[in-house]
Protein backbone atom coordinates (compact mmCIF):
# COMPACT_ATOMS: atom_id res chain seq x y z
CA UNK A 1 0.00 0.00 0.00
CA UNK A 2 1.33 3.34 -0.75
CA UNK A 3 0.73 5.79 2.12
CA UNK A 4 2.18 8.18 0.53
CA UNK A 5 0.07 8.04 -2.16
CA UNK A 6 -3.25 8.16 -0.17
CA UNK A 7 -2.07 11.27 2.24
CA UNK A 8 -1.85 13.09 -1.35
CA UNK A 9 -5.00 11.74 -2.68
CA UNK A 10 -6.70 12.90 0.59
CA UNK A 11 -5.35 15.49 1.08
CA UNK A 12 -6.12 17.12 -2.12
CA UNK A 13 -9.82 16.17 -2.32
CA UNK A 14 -10.34 17.58 1.37
CA UNK A 15 -9.11 20.90 0.00
CA UNK A 16 -10.70 20.94 -2.85
CA UNK A 17 -13.93 20.33 -1.12
CA UNK A 18 -13.20 23.20 0.80
CA UNK A 19 -13.98 25.58 -2.49
CA UNK A 20 -17.54 24.36 -3.57
CA UNK A 21 -16.91 25.72 -6.69
CA UNK A 22 -13.58 24.54 -7.49
CA UNK A 23 -14.83 21.21 -6.05
CA UNK A 24 -17.96 21.36 -8.39
CA UNK A 25 -15.54 23.13 -11.36
CA UNK A 26 -13.40 19.84 -11.29
CA UNK A 27 -16.81 17.63 -11.59
CA UNK A 28 -18.26 19.64 -14.31
CA UNK A 29 -14.74 19.43 -16.31
CA UNK A 30 -15.23 17.47 -19.43
CA UNK A 31 -12.70 14.09 -18.91
CA UNK A 32 -11.03 13.24 -21.86
CA UNK A 33 -9.97 9.54 -21.81
CA UNK A 34 -6.36 9.33 -23.05
CA UNK A 35 -6.04 8.18 -27.01
CA UNK A 36 -3.44 5.41 -25.78
CA UNK A 37 -6.97 3.81 -23.59
CA UNK A 38 -8.94 4.00 -26.89
CA UNK A 39 -6.40 3.12 -29.26
CA UNK A 40 -5.68 -0.50 -27.03
CA UNK A 41 -9.55 -0.49 -26.58
CA UNK A 42 -10.08 -0.18 -30.33
CA UNK A 43 -6.62 -2.65 -31.20
CA UNK A 44 -8.32 -4.95 -29.02
CA UNK A 45 -11.84 -5.13 -30.74
CA UNK A 46 -13.44 -4.69 -27.35
CA UNK A 47 -16.92 -2.80 -27.24
CA UNK A 48 -16.92 -0.64 -24.33
CA UNK A 49 -19.25 2.45 -22.99
CA UNK A 50 -18.09 5.55 -21.45
CA UNK A 51 -20.60 6.38 -18.69
CA UNK A 52 -19.45 10.28 -17.20
CA UNK A 53 -22.11 11.85 -15.46
CA UNK A 54 -21.54 15.19 -15.56
CA UNK A 55 -22.81 16.06 -12.36
CA UNK A 56 -20.76 13.06 -10.33
CA UNK A 57 -17.02 13.13 -9.17
CA UNK A 58 -16.50 9.02 -11.80
CA UNK A 59 -16.11 8.26 -14.98
CA UNK A 60 -16.27 4.75 -15.44
CA UNK A 61 -15.39 2.49 -18.65
CA UNK A 62 -17.52 -0.84 -19.07
CA UNK A 63 -14.81 -3.22 -21.54
CA UNK A 64 -17.13 -6.42 -22.82
CA UNK A 65 -14.13 -8.80 -22.82
CA UNK A 66 -16.18 -11.69 -24.36
CA UNK A 67 -18.65 -14.15 -23.52
CA UNK A 68 -18.42 -18.32 -23.20
CA UNK A 69 -21.29 -20.37 -23.64
CA UNK A 70 -21.72 -24.34 -23.24
CA UNK A 71 -25.04 -25.80 -22.79
CA UNK A 72 -27.47 -24.17 -21.03
CA UNK A 73 -24.50 -21.81 -18.98
CA UNK A 74 -23.15 -18.85 -20.09
CA UNK A 75 -20.72 -16.05 -18.54
CA UNK A 76 -20.18 -12.52 -19.30
CA UNK A 77 -16.85 -10.74 -18.96
CA UNK A 78 -16.36 -7.50 -17.97
CA UNK A 79 -13.50 -4.98 -17.20
CA UNK A 80 -14.40 -1.76 -15.26
CA UNK A 81 -11.74 1.85 -14.68
CA UNK A 82 -12.94 4.06 -12.52
CA UNK A 83 -11.62 7.51 -12.41
CA UNK A 84 -11.81 10.29 -10.07
CA UNK A 85 -12.62 13.55 -11.52
CA UNK A 86 -10.96 15.03 -8.20
CA UNK A 87 -7.66 13.37 -8.46
CA UNK A 88 -6.91 12.23 -12.25
CA UNK A 89 -3.64 10.42 -11.40
CA UNK A 90 -5.21 7.29 -10.32
CA UNK A 91 -7.46 4.40 -11.33
CA UNK A 92 -9.81 1.54 -9.89
CA UNK A 93 -9.26 -1.15 -11.75
CA UNK A 94 -11.64 -4.29 -11.84
CA UNK A 95 -13.09 -7.36 -12.78
CA UNK A 96 -16.53 -8.94 -13.00
CA UNK A 97 -18.25 -11.60 -14.34
CA UNK A 98 -22.01 -12.56 -14.80
CA UNK A 99 -23.52 -16.27 -15.23
CA UNK A 100 -26.87 -16.85 -16.21
CA UNK A 101 -28.14 -18.86 -13.10
CA UNK A 102 -29.95 -22.04 -14.66
CA UNK A 103 -31.21 -23.18 -11.46
CA UNK A 104 -35.07 -23.94 -11.49
CA UNK A 105 -34.84 -22.86 -7.57
CA UNK A 106 -33.16 -19.89 -8.46
CA UNK A 107 -33.86 -16.25 -6.68
CA UNK A 108 -32.08 -14.50 -8.91
CA UNK A 109 -31.45 -15.25 -12.72
CA UNK A 110 -27.90 -14.19 -12.73
CA UNK A 111 -24.68 -14.87 -10.48
CA UNK A 112 -22.27 -11.77 -10.36
CA UNK A 113 -19.14 -10.67 -8.27
CA UNK A 114 -16.45 -8.49 -8.78
CA UNK A 115 -13.02 -9.83 -8.80
CA UNK A 116 -9.21 -7.78 -8.93
CA UNK A 117 -7.41 -10.18 -10.58
CA UNK A 118 -8.22 -11.39 -14.31
CA UNK A 119 -10.50 -14.99 -14.49
CA UNK A 120 -9.35 -15.55 -18.03
CA UNK A 121 -6.50 -15.41 -20.59
CA UNK A 122 -8.36 -12.58 -22.67
CA UNK A 123 -8.73 -10.58 -19.37
CA UNK A 124 -5.07 -11.15 -18.16
CA UNK A 125 -3.78 -9.91 -21.84
CA UNK A 126 -5.76 -7.18 -21.30
CA UNK A 127 -5.04 -5.89 -18.23
CA UNK A 128 -0.90 -6.28 -18.81
CA UNK A 129 -1.78 -4.11 -21.67
CA UNK A 130 -3.78 -2.03 -20.02
CA UNK A 131 -1.03 -1.51 -17.00
CA UNK A 132 1.39 -0.52 -19.41
CA UNK A 133 -0.46 2.48 -20.85
CA UNK A 134 -1.42 3.57 -17.70
CA UNK A 135 2.09 3.14 -16.82
CA UNK A 136 3.25 5.48 -19.55
CA UNK A 137 0.70 7.81 -18.72
CA UNK A 138 1.71 8.03 -14.85
CA UNK A 139 -2.10 6.72 -13.54
CA UNK A 140 -1.34 4.53 -10.82
CA UNK A 141 -3.70 2.11 -10.59
CA UNK A 142 -4.90 1.04 -7.25
CA UNK A 143 -5.29 -1.78 -5.29
CA UNK A 144 -8.37 -3.22 -3.51
CA UNK A 145 -6.26 -2.40 -0.20
CA UNK A 146 -6.00 1.03 -1.34
CA UNK A 147 -9.73 1.60 -2.57
CA UNK A 148 -11.31 0.53 0.42
CA UNK A 149 -8.62 1.70 2.76
CA UNK A 150 -10.72 3.22 5.88
CA UNK A 151 -9.64 6.71 6.68
CA UNK A 152 -9.70 6.21 10.39
CA UNK A 153 -10.12 9.63 12.84
CA UNK A 154 -11.63 12.15 9.68
CA UNK A 155 -13.34 14.83 10.81
CA UNK A 156 -16.02 16.32 7.74
CA UNK A 157 -16.77 19.76 8.76
CA UNK A 158 -20.28 19.96 6.96
CA UNK A 159 -23.25 18.46 8.87
CA UNK A 160 -25.68 15.55 7.67
CA UNK A 161 -22.75 13.07 5.97
CA UNK A 162 -23.87 10.34 8.05
CA UNK A 163 -25.32 8.72 4.73
CA UNK A 164 -21.55 7.22 3.79
CA UNK A 165 -20.86 7.31 8.07
CA UNK A 166 -17.81 9.59 9.36
CA UNK A 167 -14.93 7.15 8.32
CA UNK A 168 -14.64 6.91 4.45
CA UNK A 169 -12.87 4.98 1.99
CA UNK A 170 -10.19 6.22 0.16
CA UNK A 171 -12.83 5.06 -2.39
CA UNK A 172 -15.85 6.94 -1.25
CA UNK A 173 -13.74 10.28 -1.38
CA UNK A 174 -12.38 9.41 -4.69
CA UNK A 175 -15.24 7.94 -6.66
CA UNK A 176 -18.61 9.49 -4.70
CA UNK A 177 -19.93 12.43 -3.95
CA UNK A 178 -18.95 12.01 -0.11
CA UNK A 179 -19.08 15.92 0.84
CA UNK A 180 -22.58 16.07 -0.47
CA UNK A 181 -21.82 18.97 -2.87
CA UNK A 182 -23.12 17.99 -6.37
CA UNK A 183 -26.55 18.94 -7.41
CA UNK A 184 -29.19 16.47 -6.96
Do not use: W
Amino acid sequence: MNESLIKNIVDSIFNLSKNESAYLGAINEPFILDSSIIDLLQECKFNYTINDDRSFPKVSVKVFLGDYSQGGTKIDYYCFLEFSKLFRDVVHVYFRYIINNPDVDRLSGILTDDVYEPLTVKQYDFYENLKDVFKNLNIQILSYNEVYYVLCNMQVGKAGLGFFGHQPTLGLLLFNDYFDLCPD
